[in-house]
């Protein structure tokens, strides 16, 4: 809003949009340099003065994905729905690793970037975004070792593959919308820095990461596809896998929800957003 004062000159006042569910695109791309900026100081403070530097990225998925083979795979001998279960594990731990690290860094993201959210004005949006946006470099860099394996245990990509973006966009959706709750509960409620490690714990056993959709009852698996990650995990295995069917209505059900999460986490974030430099 501006007003116009003879005696002083002009006077800006900012303030934010009461529409919550209006997210100003145009201002967005006016910052983006901003969004550049956190982005690129993320991906070097992730990295800086780390002896395997980049190799951090691979050691996660590769760790975990041995547990669950020699426990799951080995010992419980859990099906792998025809796929090597390194195969399997992996085409799981893929996408669920960069959700856990997009709502684990954009939860606390407003918190971490208090003094600059006290000092100029930009779409605080950008904040939570950002934090959504860097774990991709890691996704990129263990999907370039999904393929290594694929080749390893002679597997051939088929034209499911090319559905691959989609399944990752869908990942990128609900983890902004779970980032955007989070962050702007984490203003109000120091508690919820304390509660993500325990929640990113939780919701990993109740994803189908170790084990498979399959053995969840046909009955219930649409009130199960209500965890929006199961969509996305049985999506990605189904790319890599290129054969067999697809769980249709779990997808479905699962983009639903996330889209639902982050049009929810849209209006919540700008309903709190005036108060944020006040209460940070």
């Known amino acids: 809003m501006l007003s116009t004062n003879p005696g002083a000159g002009a006077t800006i006042v900012i303030q934010p949009t009461r529409d919550l569910f209006h997210l100003d695109l145009h201002e967005i791309w006016q910052h983006r340099d901003l ?5 690129w100081r993320d991906v070097k403070v992730r990295y800086k ?4 530097g980049a190799a ?3 050691l996660n998925p590769l760790v975990t994905m041995a547990i669950f083979t020699v426990v799951f795979g080995h010992f419980a001998k859990l099906p792998s729905d025809g796929m090597p279960y390194p195969i399997f594990v992996f085409a799981a731990l893929l996408p669920w690793n960069y959700y856990s690290q997009a709502i684990t860094r954009s939860g606390a993201s407003l918190v971490g970037d208090a003094n600059l ?3 100029v004005y930009f779409p605080r949006v950008i904040i939570p975004l950002s934090a959504t946006i860097t774990p991709l470099v890691d996704f990129a860099i263990a999907f370039g070792l999904l393929l290594g394996m694929m080749i390893w245990f002679g597997m051939s990509p088929t034209w499911a593959v090319l559905t691959l973006p989609l399944f990752a966009a869908m990942t990128v959706i609900i983890a902004l919308g779970v980032g955007l709750w989070l962050s702007a509960l984490n203003v109000r409620y120091r508690d919820v820095g304390h ?3 325990f929640l990113t ?11 498979s959709l399959n053995l969840v009852p046909s009955q219930f698996r649409l009130l199960y596809s209500l965890n929006p990650m199961v969509g996305v995990v049985e999506g990605f295995r189904w790319t890599i896998r290129g054969s067999g069917d697809l769980e249709v209505g779990a997808v479905v059900v ?10 929810g986490g849209l209006a919540f974030f700008k309903h709190m957003e005036e108060t944020f430099a006040d209460v940070v």
């Not at 003065?49 to 395997?52: D, F, G, K, L, S």
């Not at 714990?201 to 189908?208: D, E, G, I, K, S």
């Open 56 to 58: 951090w990225a691979l």
């Open 35 to 39: 969004l550049y900026f956190l982005v």
């Open 201 to 211: 714990q939780v919701w990993l056993y109740a994803t189908p990461v170790a084990y």
């Open 195 to 197: 509660i993500i490690p």
């Open 49 to 52: 003065q780390t002896a395997i």
């Open 254 to 263: 699962s983009a639903a929800v996330s889209v639902l999460v982050l049009v």
């Open 117 to 119: 959210i006290r000092k």
